[in-house]
């Protein structure tokens, strides 16, 4: 679904980015791990175009979105999560995720004539199921600068899903969370996985990680150092050598 | 014209200038140079009306779209920039046009008698047009206008760039072609307001379009509250209001004004009316109609 092709990413010479290629597949968790600073983060703002890779290719449902602009990406299907949340602090959990509707919603200047269509009706109505799905229904009128942060990190991703993704980008999804708020997201990820979409999730809590995942990819200055099941990755001696160092 | 109807018509204009900043603030943009597209649309069409003999409607309409077409312009490069550096770029272009405005000489003999813009010494003898009727109507056009677009998906979407821009791009809002947008309408919204200025003042002077009218008139909005154009309305009629009844006490007045403006951004820093007022009222609005 999602190829990465031989991607390098230089920052005034610093390499972040090495060469790295891996693939997703259709209606998969793949979870990208590795220590602070491997280039994770990195790596999905240049699947996003948030940043411009220095070169390699990005290929997403067989067209090559390498030159895409930041916002065209989401129209390709593809959502995403931010490690330090961003939402729209001064409007209402329902507006916040409203808005993710952008894209095939009638949002041009004619929308200011909006309330002369109908369609908006059945917009609204998914609204509300995806707030449903993610648990933030009664709050759908509290203005997103009052709500807690484990809420803030939910209506992020119920702000990514009303963008009727196909491909779902989590950066840290339960950094900050509690250890049931994490059982709960990992019940709400397995549920969005069985409703036919796919993930890309960053994660640092081991338990997301191992309980969740198809395939995991492990990160290490920049270049992926094994890719595999979690199985083979917790034997892997190459990842606990990017984890804790090698013996010498 | 009266003293009262003076005024009244002045915080006609200054609301629709009020309007034309907010919508600037929409996508969290900082213009110091509504004061320049305000003049543009002055000068543009006392011009047309004067020398050129276009109907008034007509001129105050091109007046706008040539402020729009300057908005796009300066626009699609400074746009690029944020906070304060784009301010300090508005500012920039704001005092280039004032310069052209106070070098411009453009006189041409009508009715044997000279007419037209004279660079430091003012355009004078301009027809008194604008009526308040005109003015009223204007400001409940562009009022309706942005009532709408408030509500609006399209409106929604400025607003999502002002709250967080890669969040907005994340969801497929096209940043840049709606900052240029909103600086564009923005334009014509002054632009048509210098229209009606210059042809309720009949006479007009490089100066009244200069650096301080912009502050002013973000001063208007930033007390009046950025998250609801209601506060654009509310800044403009208590700040004028404020300092037109306590002129009694002379020049002191603009202290109080100062120290006022201190005052209501230390305790209501989103300006008096925020998000959460309006609710309030919105929900009490509703209760009673259902």
């Known amino acids: 679904m999602l190829k990465i092709l031989d991607l390098h990413k230089n920052f005034r010479g610093l390499i972040a980015i090495n060469g790295v290629s891996l693939e997703i597949k259709e209606g998969e968790i793949y979870g990208l791990i590795g220590p602070n600073g491997a280039g994770k983060t990195t790596l999905i703002n240049l699947v996003t175009k948030s940043l411009e890779p220095t070169s390699g290719s990005i290929t997403f449902m067989g067209k090559d979105i390498t030159k895409e602009k930041p916002h065209e990406i989401s129209k390709f299907g593809i959502a995403r999560t931010f490690q330090n949340i961003r939402v729209f602090e001064s409007l209402t959990v329902f507006k916040n995720t409203w808005l993710g509707q952008n894209n095939f919603a009638r949002s041009g200047l004619s929308s200011i004539f909006g309330f002369l269509f109908s369609d908006e009706k059945n917009l609204n109505k998914e609204v509300m199921e995806i707030l449903k799905l993610i648990g933030l229904s009664d709050k759908s009128n509290i203005i997103v600068r009052n709500l807690s942060y484990g809420d803030r990190r939910r209506l992020e991703l119920a702000r990514c899903l009303a963008t009727r993704p196909k491909l779902l980008i989590l950066d840290e999804p339960a950094a900050g969370m509690n250890p049931s708020e994490t059982d709960i997201l990992i019940r709400e990820l397995a549920a969005i996985r069985d409703s036919g979409k796919t993930i890309l999730v960053i994660e640092h809590d081991m338990k997301v990680i191992m309980n969740l995942c198809d395939r995991i990819g492990v990160l290490n200055f920049g270049s992926k150092v094994a890719e595999g099941s979690p199985t083979e990755i917790q034997s892997n001696p190459k990842v606990i050598e990017a984890y804790l160092g090698n013996e010498e | 014209m009266s003293y009262l109807g003076t005024i009244a018509g002045l915080i006609g204009i200054k609301t629709i200038l009020a309007l034309s900043v907010f919508l600037v603030f929409l996508t969290g943009q900082l213009s110091l140079g509504q004061g320049a597209f305000f003049g543009i649309g002055a000068y543009t069409s006392a011009i047309l009306t004067m020398i050129y003999g276009v109907p008034f409607v007509l001129a105050l309409i091109i007046g ?43 006189e041409v003999k009508v009715n044997n008698m000279l007419i037209g813009p004279k660079a430091g010494t003012g355009f004078r003898y301009i027809e008194p047009l604008t009526t308040q009727g005109m003015i009223l109507g204007w400001l409940l056009f562009f009022i309706i206008f942005v009532y709408l677009l408030e509500r609006s998906r399209f409106g929604y979407a400025m607003l999502s760039i002002r709250e967080n821009e890669e969040a907005a791009q994340s969801i497929g809002v096209n940043v840049t072609m709606l900052k240029v947008t909103s600086f564009a309408i923005s334009a014509f919204i002054a632009g048509v307001a210098g229209g009606l200025y210059s042809h309720f003042i009949t006479f007009i002077h490089p100066l009244d379009f200069d650096y301080r009218i912009s502050i002013i008139v973000l001063a208007y909005v930033a007390i009046g509250g950025v998250e609801s154009f209601w506060g654009a309305l509310l800044g403009t009629f208590f700040l004028i209001g404020l300092a037109e009844s306590i002129r009694f006490i002379g020049e002191y007045r603009l202290m109080v004004y100062g120290i006022l403006m201190v005052v209501v951004m230390i305790f209501r820093p989103r300006g008096l009316i925020d998000r959460e007022l309006f609710w309030k009222f919105q929900n009490i609005f509703y209760k009673h109609r259902s």
């Open chain 2, 64 to 106: 706008g779209a040539i402020s729009l077409v300057c908005g796009i312009i300066l626009g699609i490069p400074v746009l690029r920039l944020r906070g304060l550096v784009l301010a300090i770029a508005t500012l920039g272009f704001g005092q280039m046009v004032n310069a052209f405005f106070l070098n411009w000489e453009y």
